[in-house]
């Protein structure tokens, strides 16, 4: 266990966000994928605290500036409906133009799949708040390729470590994960936010990479 005077790395003090928000919840709960879950991450809390989400939002931008170089892409695309306020942000703070990807393709108007104006060639950046089994995003890179975006690099603040990093890699993208699931877990357990059967919970679900 860390002391109390311990200074928190940035990891832990995000970790620590999580579940002093109660982003974090133990459960039954069935997730997006149709897989069940006996814990739920829900990020979408996290805008409707300032503090919290200026900090997670200036952490996205840092890594992405340090870890992937903001020349190495023309534009941000969110994800539905969670990454949208992240990456909107994101896309300000780097100053980057901002597209989203909608869930279905548009019946009406320019009957598109991506908001914004994308030039064929451009390098995207896609950005969402967590990845399970990576299938949203491999849909949304996807959709980004089909208007003529070049999507190899997609940023998540949770990678929740259940295959979804495997998929991507097998269709060309490289993921980029400013906190595992495990790394949270292993972090609230050793600062005596959650119980040892909370963490056993959790790591049961993580999925060994093969």
Do not use: W
């Not at 860390?2 to 940035?10: A, L, M």
């Amino acid at each position: 266990m860390k002391t109390q005077t311990s200074i928190p790395t940035p990891k832990e003090r995000m970790a620590n966000i999580l579940f002093k928000l109660d982003a974090i919840k133990f459960g039954v709960f069935k997730l997006t994928s149709g897989k069940a879950s006996p814990y739920y991450v829900d990020l979408r809390v996290i805008p409707s605290f300032p503090d919290a989400f200026r900090e997670i939002c200036e952490s996205y931008a840092q890594y992405i500036t340090s870890e992937i170089g903001v020349k190495s892409f023309d534009r941000i695309a969110a994800i539905p409906l969670a990454g949208i306020p992240f990456a909107s942000q994101i896309a300000y703070n780097l100053k980057k133009p901002f597209l989203y990807v909608r869930k279905g393709i548009r019946l009406h108007g320019r009957e598109r799949r991506v908001e914004g104006i994308l030039a064929s060639g451009d390098k995207v950046l896609l950005i969402d708040d967590l990845l399970t089994t990576g299938l949203t995003l491999k849909k949304a890179a996807d959709a980004v390729r089909a208007e003529g975006g070049v999507v190899t690099e997609e940023v998540v603040f949770l990678d929740r470590e259940e295959g979804g990093k495997q998929l991507l890699e097998k269709n060309g993208i490289k993921l980029h994960a400013l906190l595992k699931m495990s790394e949270v877990a292993n972090t609230l357990y050793e600062m005596g936010s959650i119980d040892k059967e909370n963490l056993k919970t959790i790591l049961k679900q993580v999925k060994k990479p093969r």
